[in-house]
């Protein structure tokens, strides 16, 4: 999966596992996830642990880089492309 | 003025004690009741301490006396509760459940007795996981097969089953509820019985809460990464979370009256309460402690209390960041710099969710009659740095008449109580 | 007490409806579900992706009833449920099954409690206030009125907000069915909301003058209740003009009714509700609903009575169950 890929199917997880209801293409990959973009809070963000865990096998290290793996899709996209499982890349 | 509403019994199971007495020599020596799962069979028994109930199901069962599929939810209210209508010292008559009423036969007095007064009781519970306990063994087997799995384990499932099953087994009858506030819901419960009493519609209200350990909040619990994989540290500040309890606590409320009829001395008096919300977040505690800061002031204009009369705070103190930080903060906005002493006892019983109002009750009742506080355990740096303001050891002769026992839970529900002597 | 606004969302056509269970229809199949309505107009879209069935039915009627009542901020909000979130109860406990306790997400759990519709409404109006759940059975809603009325004596003037919700879950339904409860007549769900207050407000529905609680009663006790909410507001059994009755004829819970209904309101025209609402354990809100609603418009909704009662003031909603439960609560017109 390139980046890009990633990109679209990270929106269509989130979409789906928080029940949002907007459309992937209504999502700017740069924009904020939380507070004044989409919305999100902190139970959210408890979700998102477990969607990097259950579709990228990707465990944060800890709790607390949260805010800063979270701030879009594309730090997501860009935390999970550096913290790929070897066999994975 | 409202009447005065007595504190007339005290009923505990938890961790530290199966009795009240135990509890109490527990919280007086110091010793915590969390440590390894023993008895929930879960995946996690390693991974986070507790604070069970030292007991199986089929022991609990016993001292019930009970036969068949009960929740442990069940058993320990009725355990608790029973022990509070007997320190209460009321008598029932002609309960079918009663040897000696049913021998008297029909010619004498039907119903609970203070002394030589006919009272009118209720039993006001309070659950958050009701018979989860056994719904959780019923699922895997009706996921396999809708035809599948004991009903047996799923009869006690609402929460209103479990109050129904004590109330019968008790022989209270005039009015039963339950109340389910989250972690709020026994004070709820206290709260409840006392207007019910106040108004007119009780004499007497058997109030508290019960709440067994199950998987299902364990696992809930951790979703929301709050859970310690240590023992927990209220108010503290390198506090890392909470540890599950289970346990019950129950109060017997009693009208003036009834005060009088039972003979005792009345010492104690529920003299404030107050219910509100935080309305700020499902889980979350505002930064501000909106519904905190409410419940407590709410609690102590009803009481005619200033500040400087509270001498102790029995703490929610859960030992998850958020709480405490809000707490401690609403604690600041109304006492200042004067705090009044305060602990949290869940660092000996873990948090037992809907029961640990009604468990903080009669911990506080006993503070009262004996003047003594009970420490919370493990404060390395504590919350509140000012010296001599967090009960760190157990201390004796403490001159204190009021306290308030704050118990706060999801959905915003933060619940205050104030206990006085008299 | 008064009931100065009501809202309910039902099996039937009854949340914000311009007629009064016109086009009511009979209950067929063994599972009546509510008829929900489009809910973005009334809870905000960012905060309805969370909210199961039960929590929307909740949150729209209780939001609808306020509407009515021009109430932004009630001084209380009282909930009864027997069941509570049974949908997220169950996705966390499926969820918890088949992920062996590992990798389970907070949403349905925290979701779950039985407080979340009441806290959930706190949540929307920013209201601070009194705040509670009940959750005993049959007697949940009734619980939360009897908390209503005892708010309302310490706190005269008061607005509250009192109701009930439950659901029907594909697991709930399962279960129940297994335990005989719908062999009669289909299950039911629902949600209600009532705005009341020590006066009655220009639009006033009805005055609610009593509600009573028994559980396991003997026959005399059930006569002596009767009685008792009678004579406190100076009633006689004929002065009855209707029973809401949660009885369904040949239903497993009949004998139970045989007391009130067949002995000491023999006579009295009834309106079965379950027929409208299924069966439920907090079905005497809808029942309420319905009974505040005649006496409001003075109108039975076409073929709802066999024999409509003439004059309509006072009503009483009669509730008896297999575990033993019983309620009584007494409607007056305004």
Not at chain 2, 310 to 334: F, K, M, P, V
């Amino acid at each position: 999966m390139n980046r890009e890929q990633l990109v679209e199917d990270l929106k269509q997880q989130i979409i789906e596992q928080l029940n949002l209801q907007v459309k992937p293409e209504e999502i700017v990959a740069g924009d904020p996830l939380f507070n004044e973009g989409l919305g999100l809070d902190s139970i959210d963000a408890l979700e998102l642990i477990v969607l990097m865990q259950q579709k990228y096998r990707i465990k944060l290290a800890n709790a607390e880089e949260g805010p800063k793996v979270f701030q879009s899709i594309d730090t997501m996209a860009d935390y999970i492309i550096a913290h790929q499982p070897a066999a994975n890349k | 003025m409202a009447a005065p509403v007595y504190i007339a019994g005290l009923g505990a199971v938890s961790a530290i004690g199966d009795n009240v007495q135990e509890n109490i020599s527990s919280l007086k020596e110091g010793r915590a009741g969390l440590g390894p799962v023993r008895y929930l069979r879960t995946r996690h028994a390693e991974m986070f301490p507790v604070g069970e109930v030292k007991a199986t199901n089929e022991e609990l069962a016993i001292r019930c006396g009970w036969t068949g599929t009960n929740s442990r939810t069940a058993m320990l209210g009725y355990l608790a509760a029973k022990e509070a209508l007997e320190d209460a010292g009321l008598s029932l008559h002609g309960h079918a459940g009663d040897e000696a009423g049913r021998s008297a036969g029909s010619g004498m007095t039907e119903g609970w007795m203070a002394g030589e007064l006919a009272c009118r009781v209720g039993l006001i519970s309070a659950t958050s996981v009701g018979g989860m306990d056994l719904t959780e063994d019923f699922f895997p087997a009706f996921m396999a097969n809708p035809k599948a799995g004991k009903l047996s384990q799923v009869y006690q499932h609402e929460c209103g089953a479990i109050t129904e099953k004590m109330a019968l087994e008790l022989g209270v009858s005039d009015f039963v509820t339950t109340i389910s506030t989250a972690c709020s819901s026994s004070a709820n419960a206290i709260m409840m019985g006392a207007r019910m009493i106040r108004s007119g519609l009780l004499d007497v209200v058997v109030a508290g809460g019960t709440d067994a350990l199950s998987r299902f909040t364990l696992n809930g619990f951790n979703t929301l990464m709050i859970l310690d994989s240590q023992l927990c540290q209220p108010f503290d500040k390198g506090r890392r979370g909470l540890n599950l309890g289970e346990g019950a606590g129950f109060v017997v409320l009693v009208s003036e009256q009834v005060a009088k009829a039972l003979g005792q001395s009345m010492d104690v008096v529920l003299s404030g309460y107050c219910n509100a919300n935080d309305a700020h977040h499902q889980t979350a505690s505002s930064p501000e402690g909106i519904g905190s800061y409410t419940a407590m002031k709410g609690a102590m204009k009803m009481a005619g209390l200033e500040p400087a009369e509270i001498g102790y705070i029995n703490l929610h103190g859960t030992g998850t960041q958020n709480n405490d930080a809000s707490e401690s903060t609403a604690i600041q906005r109304i006492f200042g710099d004067a705090y009044p002493r305060m602990s949290s006892t869940k660092s000996f019983t873990g948090h037992t969710l809907a029961a640990c109002g009604g468990i903080e009750a009669v911990y506080t009742v006993v503070s009262l009659r004996q003047q003594c506080l009970f420490p919370g355990l493990r404060i390395e740096v504590p919350v509140i740095d000012k010296p001599g303001v967090m009960v760190q050891v157990f201390e004796e002769d403490a001159d204190i008449r009021h306290i308030i026992s704050n118990s706060f839970g999801f959905g915003g529900n933060c619940s205050s109580l104030i206990f006085s002597l008299v | 007490m008064y009931i100065n606004a009501a809202s309910a969302i039902s099996p039937q056509l009854s949340f914000r409806q311009a007629s009064f269970l016109q086009d009511w229809r009979l209950l067929t199949g063994h599972r009546a579900a509510c008829v929900e309505p489009a809910y973005a107009d009334i809870i905000e879209p960012k905060l309805i992706r969370r909210m199961s069935r039960i929590i929307r039915m909740g949150v729209a009627t209780a939001m609808d009833t306020l509407q009515q009542a021009g109430c932004t901020n009630p001084d209380a909000i009282i909930t009864g449920t027997a069941y509570g979130c049974l949908e997220d109860t169950g996705i966390f406990l499926k969820r918890m099954v088949e992920n062996q306790e590992e990798m389970l997400t907070p949403t349905a759990f925290i979701q779950s409690t039985h407080n979340t519709v009441g806290a959930q409404v706190a949540l929307l109006l920013k209201c601070h206030s009194y705040n509670n759940t009940f959750v005993q059975r049959s007697h949940s809603f009734e619980s939360s009125l009897l908390d209503a009325d005892m708010f309302l004596k310490e706190n005269p003037g008061a607005k509250i907000l009192v109701g009930a919700a439950d659901e029907l879950t594909d697991y709930s339904y399962t279960i129940l069915e297994r335990f005989g409860l719908f062999r009669s007549h289909p299950a039911g769900e629902g949600a209600c909301y009532f705005v009341v207050g020590s006066e009655p407000d220009a639009g006033a529905f009805a005055r609610v003058n009593g509600v009573r609680t028994l559980f396991r009663p003997t026959p005399g006790k059930l006569e002596d209740a009767l009685a008792a909410l009678l004579a406190e507001n100076g009633l006689f059994a004929g002065e009855i003009d209707l029973v809401l009755s949660g009885n369904l004829p040949g239903a497993a819970a009949a004998r139970q009714y045989e007391v009130i209904e067949n002995q000491l309101l023999a006579s009295v025209p009834k309106i079965y509700f379950k027929l409208l609402c299924g069966e439920y354990p907090t079905a005497t809100s809808f029942g309420t609903w319905l009974g505040a609603t005649i006496l409001k418009s003075q109108a039975i909704p076409a073929g709802l009575c066999d024999a409509p009662p003439t004059l309509m003031r006072h009503f009483l909603v009669y509730l008896a169950d297999t575990a033993g439960y019983h309620s009584l609560t007494l409607l007056t017109k305004c």
